[in-house]
């Protein structure tokens, strides 16, 4: 999970990391009206996660049943 949060935190600084970028970002808050200080509480909810609440969500969005496992590989290599 801090794997995960740290990933996500570096994604979220990597898209503001030229001034276009940063530019389109405060135009996106202020076009959804959101507060100047949007990101920094984004940041601070992404470290807060605890792995409960992330469990949780992938149980209410998520249903392994209903996906299709797929392996690849050389049919020559699969053991008998």
Do not use: N
């Not at 609440?53 to 690849?72: F, G, I």
């Amino acid at each position: 999970l801090d794997t995960a949060k740290h990933m996500r935190q570096v994604q979220l600084l990597k898209s503001c990391a030229t001034h276009t970028a940063l530019a389109e970002h405060f135009a996106a808050i202020i076009a959804d009206d959101k507060p100047m200080d949007f990101y920094e509480k984004r940041l601070a909810q992404i470290q807060e996660l605890t792995k409960e609440e992330v469990d949780a969500t992938v149980r209410t969005y998520l249903d392994p049943k209903s996906w299709t496992l797929v392996k690849a590989g050389r049919l020559s290599e699969v053991p008998k």
